[in-house]
C-alpha cells in the first residue's frame, strides 16, 4: 500500500514538472499568444504537487512524506532539467553543421 502511494506521488510529480516546463516553454516562446494555456499549464503544475504532497503524506506521515515529496520533486526537476541541456546541445550542434556547409559556399 504504502509503495504504491509513493509511485503514485512519483507519478503525480512527473505531470506537475511536465506541466511546469510546459508552461515556462509556452510562456518564453509565445508571450502573448497562449495565455490561456499557460494558466491551465501552471494550474495543472500545482494541482499535480499537492495531489503528490498529499499522496507522499499519507503514505508515510507528514514528516517522512514531506521529505519524499521534495525527493521527488528534485529528482523530476534534475532529470527534466539534464534531459533540456542535452536536447539543447543536439539541437546546437545540428545547428552548428548546418551553417557549416552554408560558409563552406562559393559566392
Same mark, same amino acid.
Given at each position: ?6 509511485i503514485?506521488? =512519483? ?7 511536465f506541466?511546469?516546463? +510546459? &508552461?515556462?516553454?509556452?510562456?518564453? $516562446?509565445?508571450?502573448?499568444?497562449c495565455?490561456?494555456?499557460v494558466?491551465?499549464?501552471? *494550474?495543472?503544475?500545482?494541482?499535480? &504537487? ?13 514528516? =517522512?512524506?514531506? *521529505?519524499?515529496w *521534495? $525527493? ?8 527534466a532539467?539534464?534531459?533540456?541541456? #542535452?536536447?539543447?546541445?543536439? #539541437?546546437?550542434? +545540428?545547428?552548428?553543421? &548546418?551553417?557549416?556547409l ?6
Open positions: 500500500m504504502i509503495i504504491s502511494l509513493i503514485a506521488g =512519483l507519478i503525480f510529480c512527473g505531470a506537475s514538472v506541466c511546469f516546463y +510546459k &508552461a515556462n516553454y509556452c510562456a518564453c $516562446t509565445q508571450a502573448g499568444q495565455d490561456n494555456p494558466n491551465h499549464y501552471w *494550474l495543472g503544475a500545482m494541482l499535480n &504537487a499537492l495531489v503528490s504532497l498529499a499522496l507522499c503524506c499519507i503514505a508515510l506521515h507528514v514528516e =517522512l512524506g514531506t *521529505l519524499i *521534495l $525527493t521527488l520533486m528534485g529528482s523530476c526537476f534534475l532529470g532539467f539534464i534531459s533540456a541541456k #542535452q536536447s539543447k546541445k543536439r #539541437q546546437c550542434s +545540428k545547428t552548428n553543421s &548546418a551553417n557549416a552554408l560558409t563552406s559556399e562559393t559566392n
